[in-house]
């Protein structure tokens, strides 16, 4: 039982260069979760997801997108990443919505 | 809408005194609330959860939590700090609202506690 599985563990990519951040559970779980951490902000939501192919955005969404094609995977997209998009981003899974959140161990993504 | 405050963004400590990190919500509804631990360079670790019922919750590590409805706080205490509690603590809260909206976790800016020697 891995949990939540982020991949890469570090990126830096070009301002207008576009990648995708992947996120696998293999818990089952129906939620899904995407968070940015950037220093004295705490987490915010970028996207979430309630069962596959439901999704819908969060506080921050500008600039990302996401599908949720199965239970267990929930990629992020960067579209044309912009030096505001450097932050650690977070994947969270959890089974209902009181049993709190399964983290990742996250991706610090530089954008230069 | 529902917000998180954490009151104090550090919070400095010498190793076996008591800590108590404080933490104010606001929700128009009922609501599920949560402490997580980062640890250095590591993802969130959920510590302890307030669904319903008796407002004192134990967790993990020797830590608890007072829910307090009419001050609307969620403090979390541990009565004797070791060095490796080092980290940054944040508290989350999920509202009882209807449709998809209940689950999302609103975190406060975290606080991370220094146990010193």
């Known amino acids: 039982n891995a949990g939540v599985t982020q991949t890469p563990k570090f990126q830096v990519l070009k301002t207008g260069q576009s990648m995708t951040l992947q996120c696998a559970q293999d818990?089952?779980?129906?939620?899904m979760s995407w968070y940015r951490q950037d220093p004295g902000m705490g987490l915010r939501l970028i996207h979430y997801?309630?069962?596959?192919?439901?999704?819908d955005q969060g506080e921050v969404p500008n600039g990302y997108n996401v599908s949720r094609s199965t239970t267990e995977d929930f990629p992020l997209r960067l579209l044309s990443a912009a030096p505001s998009q450097t932050s650690v981003y977070f994947c969270?899974?959890?089974?209902?919505?009181?049993?709190?959140?399964?983290f990742g161990s996250g991706t610090r993504l530089t954008v230069v | 809408a529902q917000s998180v405050t954490q009151l104090d963004s550090q919070v400095p400590v010498f190793e076996e005194a008591p800590v108590e990190l404080r933490c104010n919500y606001s929700?128009?509804?009922?609501?599920?609330l949560f402490w997580y631990v980062q640890y250095p360079n590591q993802g969130l670790q959920l510590l302890l959860k307030?669904?319903?019922?008796?407002?004192l919750v134990k967790g993990i590590n020797g830590f608890e939590a007072e829910f307090n409805k009419s001050q609307t706080s969620f403090h979390l205490r541990k009565p004797s700090v070791h060095i490796s509690d080092t980290a940054e603590y944040f508290c989350?809260?999920?509202?009882?609202?209807?449709?998809?909206?209940?689950?999302?976790?609103?975190f406060g800016k975290g606080t991370l506690l220094t146990v010193n020697p």
């Open positions: 997801s309630v069962g596959a192919g439901i999704t």
């Open positions: 969270a899974s959890s089974p209902r919505r009181y049993y709190g959140y399964t």
């Open positions: 929700s128009s509804v009922s609501v599920y």
């Open positions: 307030y669904l319903s019922g008796s407002t």
């Open positions: 818990m089952n779980h129906e939620y």
């Open positions: 989350a809260v999920s509202g009882d609202f209807s449709g998809g909206s209940n689950y999302k976790l609103t």
